[in-house]
């Protein structure tokens, strides 16, 4: 397990942007497959986008070309840029990691807040 922090969120207008950032506190996640998850209140986890460690990038459905998940600063963090941010982009977002492809995110960043208003 890697320990993960992320930065960035924050309050936004609707059609604003924010960009959140993950490291690990003790290593390079270049080896890591990430992935960005948030969890709005009453409402289950879900995946925001994941990249591979070849840098394949996935996305969930709702972010319909406004997210982009990128590896920078020589793969050692995952960014998350959000633009054209919706009311119901409002969450906490969580970073996770995972050493396998096709193993468990079996470490979790503690997660930041991500509020949009009208």
């Known amino acids: 397990q890697v320990v993960l922090h992320e930065r960035g969120g924050g309050l936004v207008q609707t059609g604003g942007s924010l960009r959140l950032s993950c490291e690990a506190s003790d290593r390079s996640l270049m080896e890591y497959h990430v992935a960005w998850f948030r969890q709005a209140p009453g409402k289950e986890r879900e995946m925001v986008a994941r990249?591979?460690?070849?840098?394949?990038?996935h996305y969930g459905d709702f972010v319909k070309g406004r997210f982009i998940i990128s590896r920078e600063h020589a793969k050692t963090t995952v960014a998350l840029q959000m633009d054209s941010l919706k009311v119901e982009d409002t969450a906490v977002y969580y970073c996770a990691a995972r050493y396998r492809a096709l193993s468990d995110w079996d470490s979790w960043g503690q997660g930041t807040q991500v509020t949009v208003s009208s």
């Open positions: 990249i591979t460690v070849g840098g394949t990038a």
